[in-house]
Structure formats: C-alpha cells, structure tokens
C-alpha cells in the first residue's frame, strides 16, 4: 500500500467508507469495509491521521484505532458539511469530506471520551430521558381529567392533590374506566420516580468521587448533577484559550451580525452541549431568587444587572449569569483551586 497521510472514515453499523491520501494529497484508498474488517485494515496501516466526524460510536472506534498507535480526530458534524460536494450524498463523498475537514489548520476537534466518562454521561442522559417521561405522564392525567372538568393549577404539589382527590371516590365522579386508565399512569409517574432517584444517588456517588467534580460544585448555581455533567463532557478544558472560549462553546455568548464597523448583538448563539446549557441557565435562574446585597449568599453582580435590567429582564440575567458561570467554571478547572466569593461586584 503507497504510504498514506491522512484518511477520513465515515462511520456506520456495518458497512464503513475509507478515504486516504498520501503526502501530496493524493487519492491513494477508496473503498468500503465491513464492520469485522475495520481493525484488519488499520492494523495494517502504518501510524496516521485519522479523521472521523464525532457521532455515535465515534468515541469507541477513536479509541481502538489509537491503541494502533494513530493519530485519530474527531470532528464536529457541522464543521464537515462545507466541504461535502454539493448536490452529492453518498458515503464516498462523505469520507473524501471528512478527510478533507480533519486536514485544516483552523480546525477544532472533539476530545475523545474515556469510557468512565461516557458511562457518567449515560447516567444523565437516561435521567433526562425518564423525567421527560414523568412530564409526559403527569400531562396526560392532567389532560384526562380536564375532559371531565377536573382541573388543578400547575405544579408538582397540585398534581399530587389531584391523585388523592381522585383516590377519594367519595369527592368526584369518575368512570370505573377511566379511574382505571388514570391509575396506571399514576403507578408509572411513580415508578420513574423511584428510578429518578436511584439515578439520582448513582450521579451523586460519581460527583463525589472525582476530585474536578467537588471543586466545580463550591460554585453557587453549580450542584453535584451540574458539576459532574461537565467534568463527564469537556474533558481537558485547556484546549479552551479561555473562559470566554468556553462559555462560546455552550452557545452562551451573543450571535453577532456585525459588518462595517457596526456590531449588532442578538440572542445568544445556543450552539455546544444543549444539556450543560441548560444546567448552566437552570442554576443561574435559582442564583437569582437570592440576588439582593442584604440576603446572605445573594449575588451582588446579579442584584445589580436585575437593578439595571428591570425585573421583566429576568430570563437575560439569567442567562449572562450562566454565562458568567461559565467562564469561573474553565477557570477553576484550568488552574485549579475552589470557588471564593468576590468581595465587591459592579456591572459596567
């Protein structure tokens, strides 16, 4: 085989695309394998580039392929579609991309997850799966007993006052059927609760566990399931220049639109991890709750950007708070150390 440079690998369940250029960019491999047969061939391969766009199983092949002794590059999926041919889509035209991406200078790559990492991440992500789950179900008792003129106001302590009026038959008419039908999404509203919980102390005895993870939750807005979300996700924070990098990674600086000299700030971008964002902005939001100078723990910075906004700018606080967090959040993790409070904050 004529020595190869670079080689972009568009991956799949069962049938893989290999596109490989040697040193003077070169087409010297074109050609499909089989699932079985990927190892075979790389083993085969002296030490490379390799470049492969960062979805399901990314991860697990970057992985073997390293322990092969390549270099191997994950890519974001977005970051590849420029340099798809246009009006083409197959998976030749997907590796030559690939390939084709991972050899830019400006590129920036995806960290490989270790498997404990991806394991912790599975934890939230079966989490957020089963509470989604729970709204859905809390929704449609809601939903059934509003065909019958029962309805409470929303809330978690109102939906439980809804089960015990409808335990009480003595309080309404129900039909025997649907009394029936609404018990069983009662039973399984309460089942995911169990299993929210048991996930729940699962994350908990991870957080505590990792060293980066403690320090990260000494943040006020930052808990042990926040915490340990990003420690799971981000991996070497360093490959960041800085804490403004990484809060543009999790989609919470401005999208601009600026030209000529003139700079026009709109909505914040929502690009990287949508789950961390939303952790960020959740804590953020409870932050504020105690935001005034005369309650202990408040955030002085956040109680003067309210004063400035007005109240009705809640959500932006909210959000410039995340932001904010962000950026102590790479700090801490890039030089070390616990979170102290700032004696004194302004807002310019």
């Given amino acids: 085989m004529e020595q190869v440079s670079r080689i972009g690998l568009d991956l799949a369940k069962q049938v893989f695309q290999v596109h490989a250029v040697n040193a003077d960019e070169k087409v010297v491999v074109c050609r499909q394998l089989r699932r079985a047969e990927v190892l075979k061939f790389f083993a085969k391969v002296p030490p490379c580039f390799i470049g492969m766009e960062a979805c399901g199983s990314a991860h697990f092949w970057a992985r073997q392929l390293t322990d092969l002794g390549h270099t191997v590059r994950l890519i974001p999926a977005g970051d590849v579609k420029a340099y798809v041919k246009r009006g083409k889509k197959n998976d030749a035209v997907d590796a030559a991309a690939i390939c084709e991406a991972v050899g830019r200078p400006r590129q920036q790559f995806v960290p490989v997850k270790t498997p404990e990492q991806q394991a912790a991440l599975m934890l939230h992500r079966t989490r957020e799966m089963l509470v989604g789950q729970r709204t859905q179900l809390i929704n449609a008792v809601r939903a059934h007993l509003a065909e019958l003129g029962i309805v409470a106001a929303l809330g978690w302590n109102a939906f439980n006052g809804l089960v015990e009026v409808l335990k009480d038959g003595s309080r309404i008419e129900v039909p025997e059927l649907a009394r029936t039908a609404l018990n069983l999404l009662i039973d399984q509203v309460h089942a995911l609760g169990l299993q929210i919980k048991a996930l729940d102390k699962q994350i908990l005895a991870w957080h505590n566990k990792s060293e980066e993870s403690r320090r990260l939750a000494t ?120 979170y102290k409070a700032p004696t004194a904050a302004t807002v310019s």
Avoid: C, M
């Fill in 219 to 338: 943040i006020p807005g930052v808990g042990p399931h926040t915490a340990s979300a990003i420690v799971a996700t981000v991996g070497d924070v360093k490959r960041f220049p800085s804490g403004r990098r990484f809060a543009s990674w999790l989609g919470l600086v401005p999208r601009q639109n600026s030209t000529g000299g003139k700079t026009s700030l709109g909505s914040i971008t929502k690009a990287g991890d949508r789950y961390l964002r939303t952790l960020l902005v959740i804590g953020a939001t409870g932050t504020i709750r105690f935001a005034r100078k005369d309650v202990p723990g408040g955030n002085a910075w956040a109680a003067q950007l309210l004063a400035k906004k007005g109240k009705q700018q809640g959500r932006l606080v909210s959000v410039a708070l995340a932001n904010k967090t962000a950026r102590i959040v790479w700090a801490l993790l890039a030089r070390g150390g616990e």
